[in-house]
Each structure stands twice: as structure tokens, then as C-alpha cells.
């Protein structure tokens, strides 16, 4: 039987480079990118009103030829129906 130096060969401790539980990506500073959203220094903000809104998604959906737009704005016009209560099935 040969004696070997593997079993006498300590794992070394990590003491030195980065410390990072990100999986190798540097630390990065926390937070939401959105915190800002909805802030603006805009000296005028345009807002589209609900009405103005839903006649648009009406336009778009009688022009519409792409399946998922069309169901994409169906779902618009239906959650804005329902709101409303005026929903029929």
C-alpha cells in the first residue's frame, strides 16, 4: 500500500479576493430603478383620458390583423368595461 499526501492537504480558508454572493457579479447598490417613476419636470404633462383611450383601442382593433394584438387589446377594452361595470358576457 503507497502512502499519499492528498488526505494530509487542508482546503485553504478564503481570506482574500471579493466576497460576493451574486454569483461572481460585483455588488451592485440596492434599490428600485422605478422608485423615480412617475416623476417628471415636465412644465406640461399630457394625460389621455379613459374615453379618449378606449375609442382608440376601438380604432385599433377594427385595424387590427395580428392575433395577439388583437387579444391584447380586446383584454384593454375589456378590464376598462369592467371597471366601469358596463361588461356584459
Known amino acids: 500500500m503507497t502512502s499519499s499526501n ?3 492537504i487542508k482546503p485553504k480558508l478564503r ?3 471579493r466576497v460576493s454572493g451574486n454569483f461572481g457579479k460585483s455588488k451592485v447598490k440596492s434599490g428600485s430603478s422605478l422608485k423615480d417613476i412617475g416623476v417628471t419636470k415636465a412644465k406640461v404633462v399630457k394625460i389621455t383620458k379613459q ?9 385599433a382593433l377594427d385595424k ?4 395577439k394584438l388583437k387579444n391584447f387589446l380586446y383584454q384593454e377594452i ?5 371597471q366601469r361595470g358596463q361588461w356584459e358576457q
Open 51 to 59: 374615453d379618449d383611450y378606449i375609442h382608440r383601442l376601438y380604432d
Open 78 to 82: 375589456r378590464k376598462i368595461l369592467i
Open 64 to 67: 387590427a390583423e395580428d392575433p
Open 15 to 17: 481570506t482574500e479576493g
Open 6 to 8: 492528498l488526505s494530509k
